[in-house]
């Protein structure tokens, strides 16, 4: 099979579904909380499926098929981890951010350690989602370029400029229910495929098990290895990592402060465990799935579809007609999910901590039309940089493309989040040569044979034991001032 005419109708129709919702929300935004917090009236149910297609883009819905089919399942550690985290997110930070009524969570490292901390820790922020950015757009557009003919920077551009223009007219409000739809597409998408290969496979759900066992790919190691991904080493990596993404990053944060109460918001992190849990343990077996099938018939592969490319050159190739259409518009939810989000909080932090701290702040109506500028700005520099992303590189193993960007900026963000929220004596001035180090560290790992999961922990530690031990050695009268805000905030 091919993609054809029925699948690209299939996708356009999505494409411009997509459009209409964000912009039946046009207009609506009178003042800077409608357009950056959705008016911080949301329903939880709606914030969870937006957090959750927002950071699940296209480094998840293609990652973990393409690693489970080269390599193992390992990273089914993360789908116990997510879990695992709920109740921290919920009685560590969160009761914090919504004390302070915050818009950007920087807001509350401006608190605890003053302003050039704040645009500091920010700065990090706009780099790293940037970076991210960029990659899942230009990821999925590569593998669908290859799998299906789709012209690769129309790819890009298609799902650059219309998630730029819905995020545009519509600010949060837009975002949210439109993610809420690619939700829908991605569980609904993972679901369908997994059931599909378990009729094309012999013995179905237990002979791809038995197959995958008996090729090595069930690998379940408990060892600690620089060198290899383990159960254990992946557990301790995403740990720290999704405490970050969903604990500190502007994307959920904004999210989680759009919910009505703090028991919606409480809510939303549950079900965004929960679905974490089942879709990564799908998304696993799809892998798991795929090689089976692609061993049994090996010469329906072509040697040049591998890793990531594996899923959509499946969707359209051996769904049938219509179908790999649906399958292949949720791989552009995925990336559009991810696009629209980054822009949106983004241009938040852009307004909130950079352009009202320096110029003042203005009124409603002035916020609203500088955020829409802002955000049209950012759509189209990291479309730009998708687009140049083409010319540079190849862009294989995006989960471990995510994990570079995310290992050099966001992790020293999260030792400085935890520095405030844990102790008395954490000291930005301290934090500082700490978090240089660490990012100077983690470009060095980058060029050894080091395991990319390692980034991020490593990273982590660096800054955060760092910025403790010297803390001891900072100004005294510095040290107390900084510490009374979160003597304060945790009484």
Request: aromatic share 14%; with cysteine; hydrophobic share 55%.
């Amino acid at each position: 099979m091919q993609f054809g005419p029925i699948d690209y109708t299939i996708l356009l129709i999505y494409l411009a579904a997509m459009v209409w919702i964000g912009l039946r929300f046009a207009g609506r935004q009178k003042t800077a909380d409608d357009f950056f917090l959705a008016g911080r009236n949301m329903p939880w149910l709606a914030v969870a499926m937006s957090m959750y297609a927002s950071l699940t883009s296209a480094v998840t819905y293609m990652g973990l098929p393409g690693l489970a089919y080269r390599s193992n399942v390992t990273l089914l550690a993360v789908a116990v981890v997510s879990p695992l985290l709920a109740p921290i997110l919920i009685f560590v930070f969160y009761p914090v951010y919504r004390k302070l009524n915050i818009t950007t969570s920087y807001e509350y490292i401006g608190i605890r350690f003053g302003e050039s901390a704040r645009k500091t820790a920010a700065m990090l922020f706009l780099l790293a989602r940037l970076g991210w950015m960029a990659t899942v757009i230009y990821a999925p557009a590569l593998a669908l370029s290859i799998a299906t003919g789709l012209p690769l920077i129309a790819s890009i551009l298609t799902m650059g400029v219309l998630a730029t223009l819905y995020t545009v007219a519509g600010g949060l409000a837009a975002v949210l229910w439109t993610d809420v739809v690619q939700f829908v597409m991605l569980i609904g998408g993972a679901i369908f495929v997994a059931v599909f290969l378990t009729r094309l496979c012999p013995d179905g759900v237990s002979g791809i098990i038995h197959f995958a066992r008996d090729n090595d790919h069930l690998q379940l190691d408990g060892s600690i290895s620089l060198w290899r991904m383990t159960l254990t080493g992946v557990a301790i990596s995403f740990f720290f990592q999704m405490m970050q993404d969903y604990g500190t990053d502007q994307v959920t944060v904004q999210r989680l402060m759009a919910t009505k109460t703090k028991g919606g918001m409480a809510k939303a992190i549950v079900f965004n465990s929960t679905v974490d849990f089942f879709i990564i343990t799908l998304l696993l077996f799809i892998g798991l799935g795929l090689f089976a099938y692609y061993q049994l018939n090996p010469d329906t592969l072509p040697e040049a579809i591998s890793g990531d490319k594996i899923f959509p050159y499946f969707i359209a190739h051996v769904l049938p007609v219509g179908l790999s259409g649906l399958l292949i518009a949720a791989i552009f939810a995925a990336a559009m999910s991810s696009m629209d989000s980054g822009i949106n909080s983004m241009a938040t932090v852009v307004v909130n901590d950079f352009i009202s701290p320096m110029f003042g702040k203005r009124n409603d109506g002035e916020t609203v039309r500088l955020a829409r500028i802002v955000t049209a700005a950012l759509g189209i520099l990291a479309t730009a940089l998708s687009i140049y992303l083409f010319f540079v590189s190849k862009a294989e193993g995006i989960i471990e493309t995510f994990a570079t960007f995310m290992g050099l900026f966001s992790a020293p963000v999260l030792a400085l989040f935890l520095l405030g929220l844990l102790t008395k004596r954490g000291s930005f001035k301290a934090w500082i040569p700490a978090a240089v180090v660490s990012i100077v560290a983690t470009f060095w790992m980058q060029t050894t044979e080091i395991s990319w999961i390692w980034y991020f922990p490593a990273g982590f530690a660096i800054s955060f034991i760092g910025g403790w031990v010297l803390s001891f050695w900072v100004d005294t009268r510095s040290r107390i001032r900084e510490a009374r805000p979160t003597i304060y905030l945790l009484r």
